[in-house]
């Protein structure tokens, strides 16, 4: 399934971010019955200092190379933070190009060996939140984190992992937000077709979150979870790329509750069968579950 933004989308951007836009938040009277949420595109257009024509054309995909001085002056109606703002201007910079044929995502050798030795919650994730390799305790954090699994089809998808995070609707957009900046124009990604079409399909709350055209930085954070085990374990999230890859590495504040919780976690991961984390031979391709 193609998403339907992909063949304008400056357009189906600029749309969907003036529709959460409120007039009070524009500085706005909102005097009247409205017919469409947030901002008309004349108000847009005036705000901006253009006219509703040519804003129009904009929206419509008519005119797909305006300005820097209109792209910054539209991030100012449209209340865009810094990454929302770098990533408009993507989309008027970008140009057509020839599809191309992406490699197979590859957990190094020496990935593994880390995993192996490290003494948190680690595994490794592709650029469509595929898990690709992951250590023992990790899916005794996590058991959705066995290699082969997608966190986004987990996330909207599976209730237990739903349950597992103690801010769901949270978890939710910042994850689309993520995968939205990380596909940037590579929309005709076979994987990114695949994920967005599945989802769109089989939930609601994805559909509506997809159609808002977030775009977030996932780089790390904290976060508080509720481990079906241990009980609720507050850790911090630290997100390190490794050539075309992406190490995720979750840790508690020393000495803390959550520290000795995770401290249980790993004794039972010890007692774990063997081979329970690995994730096939080092350095090969992982495709993703079906």
Same mark, same amino acid.
């Given at each position: 399934?193609?998403?339907?933004?992909?063949?304008?989308?400056?357009?189906?951007?600029?749309?969907?971010?003036?529709?959460?836009? !409120?007039?009070?938040?524009?500085?706005?009277?909102?005097?009247?019955?409205?017919?469409?949420?947030?901002?008309?595109?004349?108000?847009?257009?005036?705000?901006? &200092?253009?006219? =509703?024509?040519?804003? %129009?054309?904009?929206?419509?995909?008519?005119?797909?190379?305006?300005?820097?001085?209109?792209?910054?002056? %539209?991030?100012?109606?449209?209340?865009?933070?810094?990454?929302?703002?770098?990533?408009?201007?993507? %989309?008027?910079?970008?140009?057509?190009?020839?599809?191309?044929?992406?490699?197979?995502?590859?957990? =190094?050798?020496?990935?593994?060996?880390?995993?192996?030795?490290?003494?948190?919650?680690?595994?490794?994730? &592709?650029?469509?939140?595929?898990?690709?390799?992951?250590?023992?305790?990790?899916?005794?954090?996590?058991?959705?984190?066995?290699?082969?699994?997608?966190?986004?089809?987990?996330?909207?998808?599976?209730?237990?992992?739903?349950?597992?995070?103690?801010?769901?609707?949270?978890?939710?957009?910042?994850f689309i937000g993520? %995968?939205?900046?990380?596909? &940037?124009?590579?929309?005709?990604d076979p994987r990114?077709?695949?994920?967005?079409?599945e989802l769109a399909?089989? !939930?609601?709350?994805?559909?509506?979150?997809?159609?808002?055209?977030?775009?977030?930085?996932?780089?790390?954070?904290?976060?508080?979870?509720?481990?079906?085990?241990?009980?609720?374990?507050?850790?911090?999230?630290?997100?390190? =790329?490794?050539?075309?890859?992406?190490?995720?590495?979750?840790?508690?504040?020393?000495?803390?509750?959550?520290?000795?919780?995770?401290?249980?976690?790993?004794?039972?991961?010890? &007692?774990?069968?063997?081979?329970?984390?690995?994730?096939?031979?080092?350095?090969?391709?992982?495709?993703?579950?079906?």
């Amino acid at each position: 399934m193609k998403d339907p933004g992909t063949d304008n989308r400056l357009g189906a951007y600029l749309r969907a971010r003036r529709e959460l836009v !409120s007039p009070e938040q524009a500085g706005i009277p909102s005097g009247g019955t409205r017919r469409v949420p947030g901002l008309r595109r004349e108000e847009v257009a005036l705000l901006a &200092g253009i006219s =509703p024509d040519y804003y %129009l054309r904009l929206e419509r995909g008519r005119d797909r190379n305006p300005s820097p001085q209109v792209l910054e002056s %539209l991030a100012r109606v449209l209340q865009l933070d810094d990454v929302e703002r770098t990533y408009l201007l993507g %989309l008027a910079a970008a140009r057509p190009r020839a599809p191309r044929r992406r490699r197979p995502e590859r957990v =190094p050798a020496r990935v593994h060996q880390l995993l192996a030795h490290l003494p948190l919650p680690a595994f490794v994730e &592709g650029r469509s939140f595929d898990v690709l390799a992951a250590n023992p305790l990790a899916l005794a954090f996590s058991p959705r984190l066995v290699p082969g699994n997608n966190r986004l089809r987990s996330l909207f998808l599976d209730p237990e992992e739903q349950a597992f995070h103690q801010d769901w609707a949270k978890a939710a957009e910042d994850f689309i937000g993520a %995968l939205r900046t990380t596909i &940037g124009d590579d929309t005709d990604d076979p994987r990114f077709v695949e994920l967005v079409g599945e989802l769109a399909l089989a !939930s609601p709350r994805f559909r509506t979150l997809w159609a808002r055209h977030d775009v977030r930085r996932l780089d790390g954070g904290t976060t508080t979870v509720h481990h079906p085990v241990v009980g609720e374990l507050a850790v911090h999230r630290d997100k390190l =790329p490794i050539e075309d890859v992406i190490l995720v590495v979750y840790y508690p504040d020393k000495g803390s509750g959550s520290d000795e919780k995770l401290r249980m976690l790993a004794a039972l991961a010890d &007692g774990a069968p063997a081979g329970a984390g690995e994730s096939g031979p080092a350095d090969t391709p992982h495709p993703p579950a079906r």
